[in-house]
């Protein structure tokens, strides 16, 4: 069973960027679609990209397009979250999560990292 583990999160200004990995212990991420969710505290999960597997195809909603890119290395079979331009505001825990298609709804991943902190400082 596959183990989405992130990793890149951090502490920083406002401005500055940040890139998330995702990745799996002894395990392929190329046969599935990721996607990005984060939380801040006191709030709902909230989604925030996804790629597919096979064609790369990627979504990400408006609110975010432009500040946060998604892509995927398979021969690292990595899968990363590019974030530019950080604000206060995308300071959470960011997850990824793996499954058999893209979707905006958590429900539709099966296996789920254990989060890294983000941390954006005014």
């Known amino acids: 069973q596959v183990q989405p583990v992130e990793s890149g999160g951090g502490s920083v200004q406002a401005g500055g960027s940040l890139r998330l990995s995702c990745g799996a212990w002894?395990?392929?991420?190329?046969?599935?679609?990721i996607g990005w969710f984060r939380q801040a505290p006191g709030k709902e999960r909230e989604f925030v990209a996804t790629?597919?597997?096979?064609?790369?195809?990627?979504y990400i909603p408006d609110t975010w397009k432009g500040r946060f890119h998604v892509s995927r290395d398979s021969s690292r079979s990595a899968v990363y979250l590019q974030m530019n331009d950080l604000e206060p505001e995308d300071t959470a825990v960011y997850y990824c999560?793996?499954?058999?298609?893209?979707?905006?709804?958590?429900?539709?991943?099966?296996?789920w990292g254990q989060g890294t902190q983000v941390t954006v400082s005014s």
């Open positions: 999560a793996a499954g058999r298609y893209m979707s905006i709804h958590a429900s539709a991943y099966t296996n």
């Open positions: 790629i597919n597997y096979g064609d790369d195809e990627t």
């Open positions: 002894k395990h392929s991420l190329d046969d599935f679609a």
